[in-house]
Each structure stands twice: as structure tokens, then as C-alpha cells.
């Protein structure tokens, strides 16, 4: 069974569905680009997405209009993705990563980035944020995300069922990429409030 969980917007940001907690408790933690996206307010979830192969050979599931930023620096990516981490944090969500294993050298993608940029993670459509350190926002496309070793993805995409050809459209189980989990990562954990996101 694929979950489609919904998002709203009212006074801060509530979660309905299986995601929604009866009281603040945490089981784990929330991806990066479902926290982005739970910041941003956006009304609904991808529940599938197109099969595209990762630098590393490998097929996977990504969402429509996925995108990820990117940074003339290291040290703006990695003070950028803390800064995200935090205002998610305060809202009272426990993430799972941090900004080291989630910002990567565009030097693993060849020539699907600009030389001497930094990337931050794979992001959902409609969940960036304002930021000044951001450069720029590149979507994602075939070779340009999964560089072996990389973790910069892996709440967006997922494997692709086996037998499913590029190109081709397939699901994302439980709405959300590698996590195997259904809603936001694993959490289940309360909070409100607003982030600096964009979009939804």
C-alpha cells in the first residue's frame, strides 16, 4: 500500500495522515528534504517519479522536479545546511545527517554541475529556501546525484524496482525516497512553526 500523507499550512505546519502525532514524540528522525518540504508548506507528495540511472551506475526512482543547491564553497554549503538543520530543529524535529554527508563536491558528477561548486542535498520540487549563500538551483538529472558513497540523496530517490527501464515511470514507496519509511523519514514527532523556505 503507497501512502499519499498531506501537508497544510496554518498557524505553523500540521501534518495529517500517518505522520500526524497525537503528542511530541520522536521514533526517529526526518530526512533533510522531507524536513525542507514539511518547511515549506507544500500540499502534496510525490508518490512516483521517473527511473533515471545515479553516478553510480545504479536505476533510481526520482521525483519530478527535483533540485538541489548549490555553493561556491565548501564552507557555504556546510554553514547553509546547518543553518536549514537548525531551523528544523527548532520547530522541535529530530533529522537524521548533517550538513558534512549532505554537501558533496560537484567533482563526482563530471560535467553535469559547474567546476568548483559545491552541492547540497536532493531536494523535493517547490522545497527550497532563501538564502544568500546559495548560488544557484540546479535540477536533478540522470549522473547527477548518487556519486558512490553519496548519503545527498537518499530521502528523495530510491532504488527502481528491478526491471524498470530509464526513462519509464515508476512508484516511490510511501511517498518519500530511500527511507523505506512511510510519511516524513521515520518521524513522528510534533512541532510548528515557520522556516525560511519557499514554494509548496
Not at 500526524?20 to 520522536?26: A, C, D, E, L, V
Not at 530526512?31 to 536505476?59: H, I, K, Y
Not at 531551523?87 to 545527517?97: A, K, M
Not at 549522473?143 to 527502481?160: L, T, Y
Request: charged letters at 15%; a negative charge.
Amino acid at each position: 500500500m503507497t501512502y499519499e500523507p498531506k501537508l497544510r499550512r496554518s498557524r505553523g505546519v500540521t501534518l495529517s495522515g500517518i505522520a500526524r502525532p497525537s503528542t511530541p514524540k520522536t521514533v526517529g528522525a526526518m530526512g533533510v528534504a522531507a524536513a525542507m518540504m514539511f518547511l515549506a508548506g507544500c500540499s502534496t507528495v510525490p508518490d512516483d517519479g521517473v527511473v533515471v540511472e545515479g553516478a553510480d551506475g545504479e536505476n533510481y526512482v526520482l521525483p519530478d522536479g527535483a533540485e538541489r543547491p548549490t555553493y561556491t564553497s565548501k564552507e557555504d554549503c556546510l554553514a547553509d545546511v546547518n543553518e536549514q538543520i537548525q531551523l528544523v530543529e527548532q520547530q522541535g524535529e529530530q533529522l537524521e545527517g548533517d550538513a558534512e554527508s549532505l554537501c558533496e563536491s560537484s567533482s563526482s558528477y563530471g560535467t553535469h554541475y559547474s567546476s568548483a561548486l559545491w552541492l547540497g542535498p536532493v531536494l523535493f520540487a517547490s522545497s527550497r529556501w532563501n538564502s544568500t549563500r546559495v548560488s544557484s538551483w540546479a535540477p536533478v538529472t540522470s549522473g547527477g546525484f548518487a556519486a558512490p558513497g553519496s548519503s545527498a540523496h537518499s530521502d528523495v530517490a530510491q532504488k527502481a524496482p528491478a526491471g524498470a527501464t530509464v526513462g519509464s515511470r515508476a512508484p516511490l514507496k510511501s511517498g518519500f525516497g530511500a527511507t523505506g519509511k512511510s510519511g516524513f523519514g521515520s518521524t513522528v514527532k510534533g512541532g510548528g512553526g515557520s522556516g525560511s523556505s519557499t514554494g509548496g
